[in-house]
Each structure stands twice: as structure tokens, then as C-alpha cells.
Nanobody, 124 residues
Framework: VQLQASGGGLVQAGGSLRLSCAAS????????MGWFRQAPGKEREFVAA????????SYADSVKGRFTISRVNAKNTVYLQMNSLKPEDTAVYYC??????????????????WGKGTLVTVSS
């Protein structure tokens, strides 16, 4: 599966953005999907994940209550709604696909597929 993330940009602290990740291929619904981010000088970190049918989600503690991951399998798309953004959310955001939802707990090194990142900048 090939992934293309979009929706990044510049926003003030407290604002909102919605990221999208469009997938090619007819097997999208087989994959658990997730978002990671990488800030300058830092390692890539987990943000959120969603299982194949959207029935199970997980979040990093730093974004719980502010970010929401969702998916529309008919559109081959996963979303990340980001509210109450903080300057520390500034990073390149990447979407990822993996057949095993539990893999997201093991970190970015085990992901099967990556999209190109989209930059989110939150100004104070």
C-alpha cells in the first residue's frame, strides 16, 4: 500500500488542523493505520493508531483528549484531527500502515509502510 499524507501547515497555539492520509490499493481495510511524528533533533514517536474497522484506537499520553484518529475505508483514508495544538506538537507527521494493530505499541521500526511526512508548525 502506498500512503500520501496531507493537511499540515502553520497554526497558532490553541488552533486545530486535520491531517489526511490517502492510501492506494484495494487492501486498505486490511491494515491498521497510525500516525507518528518527528520533531527536529528528536526520534520519531508514536501519536495514534486505529485498527482495521475503526473499532479500536490508541493514543500517546501527550495527545490524549486533544487528537482523534479516524478512518473511512470506503475512501481509503485515515484522518488525524488535532485540536488545542501546542508548540510542542510541532513536527513532521507521518502516516503508517501495518497489518498488525499491536505492532504500534512496539514503535516505528516495525511499521510495514510509510507515507511522506507533512509538516505541522504551531506558533506560540
Amino acid at each position: 500500500v502506498q500512503l500520501q499524507a496531507s493537511g499540515g501547515g502553520l497554526v497558532q497555539a490553541g488552533g486545530s488542523l486535520r491531517l489526511s492520509c490517502a492510501a492506494s490499493g484495494r487492501t486498505f481495510s486490511s491494515f491498521a493505520m497510525g500516525w507518528f511524528r518527528q520533531a527536529p533533533g528528536k526520534e520519531r514517536e508514536f501519536v495514534a493508531a486505529i485498527n482495521w474497522n475503526g473499532g479500536t484506537t490508541s493514543y500517546a499520553d501527550s495527545v490524549k483528549g486533544r487528537f482523534t484518529i479516524s478512518r473511512v475505508n470506503a475512501k481509503n483514508t485515515v484522518y488525524l484531527q488535532m485540536n488545542s495544538l501546542k508548540p510542542e506538537d510541532t513536527a513532521v507527521y507521518y502516516c503508517a500502515a501495518n497489518l498488525d494493530y499491536s505492532a504500534y505499541a512496539r514503535g516505528p521500526s516495525v511499521m510495514n509502510h510509510w507515507g511522506k511526512g507533512t509538516l505541522v508548525t504551531v506558533s506560540s
